[in-house]
């Protein structure tokens, strides 16, 4: 079902107004997280594509823009009359704030003293947003703007103010108007969720009632009504969580019709994708095996490297990568054609919405204010002639929905928990061309080292993933009383909940220095170990 049916046909819809924060589809994930539906639509869009959808609740997302740049965006004429005679509830997020602010009459400007990062806010008034808290309470919350609102419109009352005296939360209870400057929806900012929770329920009166079984049910109606009666369908299987829980939505839906094939790219983890060179057919047999999806694998190592040789940018790097994979899966259907009598004309990917979030804006998206971070190989990588039309099945989930549909569909747990691995794997792990000296060979040694550790410490659930990053400098070191000049080596672990905000994991010094010792007593060619220690943001979680 198209998502717009969907939001038809429930009564108690949060419609996202998306100015083009890099958060805004968290809202609509942690607002589904309490069991209510919610969608994202561009914010500029019409008022009558707004009214159709009868939401309950209206957010306002935050944005690069600030409210005074020429061209920045808006939601519609006739939007604050429409919310007030249907009685919604809105509320502004940081950008959506300010913009509330500015079109209700209110004054915004640069900020004194711009708010990035961990912030600590105080309760000012206990009531509205804020009527679970007592005066005075602080809390830690993530901020990232450099406007402010300064003068707020006629009725509107100031809730909370950060420590640097800034509005934080702002409401004007009887005409339904809320606003937060900081960003509720990252985990970073700690009672955010529960501000959510009785904003919703308490003060929007909104009821619980949408589920992952559902979500799982209506996919698999789609599939089925999408893909005909004798269509074959191929699935880009990487062994990684996301494509694994893709491919058994598609598998129930149209049985043997669907054939995995899985692209051993030269670029893959050894141990944390076991995808050991050996060990391959007995990787692909465990599929088959235990979740009835028999995998056909292609050696495309000598396709790949050859393509990125020299190749040292990393959009390029990437939509190299994305080229390629989808050039293989042509061959791949073109060779199921003379197999199964006809050509498979759907492709299935492993597609998330942070994949989609952080690349760029496809068209239809509704997102054209936010700016391209990276293009993910099955997105922004993607090349335009695309023969195969892609299923995605995950597309509106985010990572920890996908574990929970998983299991819902019996996929095992300990399979559920593995770490993401990114499909232009080491390449981006690499900063610089991929293929000089053997730093691919390097890198898998100090990988596999650095995740075996962390396993045998007990730690691998603690973390959402970890890994070593090769660094294209070489520096001195003394090693057997001999001079060394040879690479540095960086190790990266993270903590997330769905990957779109990450903080550094605090490992003990004991641990980093058995880990440091035993990859310079065991990987020829390292001589200096470092440990990245940045949050997502300022930093994305892999290097390129
Ligand atoms: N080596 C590969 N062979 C075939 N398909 C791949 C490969 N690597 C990635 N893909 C495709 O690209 C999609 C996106 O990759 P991504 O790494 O985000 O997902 P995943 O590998 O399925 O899950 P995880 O995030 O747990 O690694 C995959 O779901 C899959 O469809
Ligand atoms: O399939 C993928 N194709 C890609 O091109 C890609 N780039 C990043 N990632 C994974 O996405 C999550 C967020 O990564 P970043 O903070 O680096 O953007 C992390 O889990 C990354 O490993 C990718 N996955
Ligand atoms: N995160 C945001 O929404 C930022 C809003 C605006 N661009 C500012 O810097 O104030
Ligand atoms: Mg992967």
């Known amino acids: 079902m198209e998502p717009v049916t969907q939001a038809k046909k429930s009564s108690n819809l949060v419609l996202i107004l998306d100015y083009g924060s890099q958060y805004t589809h968290l809202i609509t994930r942690r607002i589904r997280s309490l069991s209510i539906f919610s969608l994202c639509i561009n914010g500029t869009s019409s008022l009558s594509s707004i009214t159709e959808l009868n939401p309950r609740v209206i957010i306002l997302s935050g944005g690069p823009h600030s409210v005074h740049s020429e061209g920045a965006p808006c939601f519609p004429s006739g939007f604050i009359e429409y919310v007030e005679e249907k009685g919604i509830h809105v509320l502004g997020i940081c950008y959506g704030l300010q913009l509330l602010v500015q079109k209700l009459g209110g004054v915004v400007k640069i900020g004194e003293k711009h708010e990035y990062g961990r912030m600590e806010i105080e ?70 969720m529960e501000t959510l929770r009785h904003f919703l329920f308490d003060i929007c009166g909104l009821t619980a009632g949408w589920n992952m ?197 019996n996929i095992p747990v300990a399979f559920l928990r593995r770490h993401p691995f990114p499909g232009p794997g080491l390449a981006v792990r690499i900063p610089g061309d991929v293929t000089a000296g053997n730093s691919l060979d390097i890198l898998r040694q100090v990988d596999e080292i650095f995740i075996q550790s962390i396993k045998d410490a007990g730690i691998y659930d603690e973390i959402w993933q970890a890994f070593a990053v090769f660094l294209p400098v070489k520096t001195v070191g003394v090693q057997g009383d001999q001079r060394t000049h040879s690479h540095a080596v960086a190790l990266r672990a993270v903590t997330s909940q769905d990957g779109m905000t990450a903080d550094w994991y605090y490992f003990d010094f004991k641990f980093l220095d058995d880990v440091s010792r035993k990859i310079c007593n065991s990987v020829r060619g390292v001589n200096r170990v470092l440990l990245d220690i940045t949050s997502k943001p300022p930093s994305t979680i892999e290097w390129e």
Request: hydrophobic letters at 35%; glycine letters at 8%.
């Open 213 to 409: 079984e559902d979500v799982l049910e209506e996919e698999i109606k789609v599939i089925k009504a999408m893909v005909g009666p004798e269509d074959h369908v191929i699935c880009a299987l990487s062994g990684g969580v996301d494509s694994t829980v893709a491919a058994t939505v598609v598998h129930k839906a149209i049985g043997d019709r669907l054939h995995c094939v899985f692209v051993d790219n030269a670029l893959t983890s050894v141990l944390h994708q076991y995808f050991r060179y050996k060990e391959r057919e007995r990787v692909m047999a465990t599929f088959e095996s235990d979740l009835h999806l028999p995998v056909t694998c292609v050696d495309a190592t000598e396709e790949f490297l050859s393509k990125l040789k020299g190749v040292t940018e990393p959009e390029m790097k990437r939509k190299i990568i994305g080229k390629e994979f989808i050039n293989i899966f042509d061959i791949f259907a073109h060779d199921l054609e003379k197999k199964v009598g006809k050509k498979p004309t759907y492709l299935v990917q492993g597609t998330l919405y942070p994949d989609v979030i952080e690349s760029c804006p496809p068209p239809g998206s509704g997102r054209t204010h936010s700016h391209t971070i990276k293009s993910h190989h099955n997105v922004g990588g993607l090349p335009k002639d695309m023969k195969l039309k892609l299923i995605e099945p995950l597309k509106l989930l985010f990572k920890d929905e996908v574990r929970a549909m998983g299991k819902i569909m």
């Open 123 to 192: 309760v000012e008034k206990n009531e509205g947003l804020f009527g679970n808290k007592g005066i005075g309470e602080k809390q830690l919350v993530w901020m990232s703007h450099g406007d402010e609102a300064v003068k707020l419109p006629e009725g509107f009352e100031v809730v909370g103010r950060s420590n640097q005296g800034a509005v934080a939360a702002v409401e004007n209870r009887e005409r339904r108007f809320y606003g937060l400057q900081y960003h509720p929806e990252v985990t970073h900012s700690v009672e955010g």
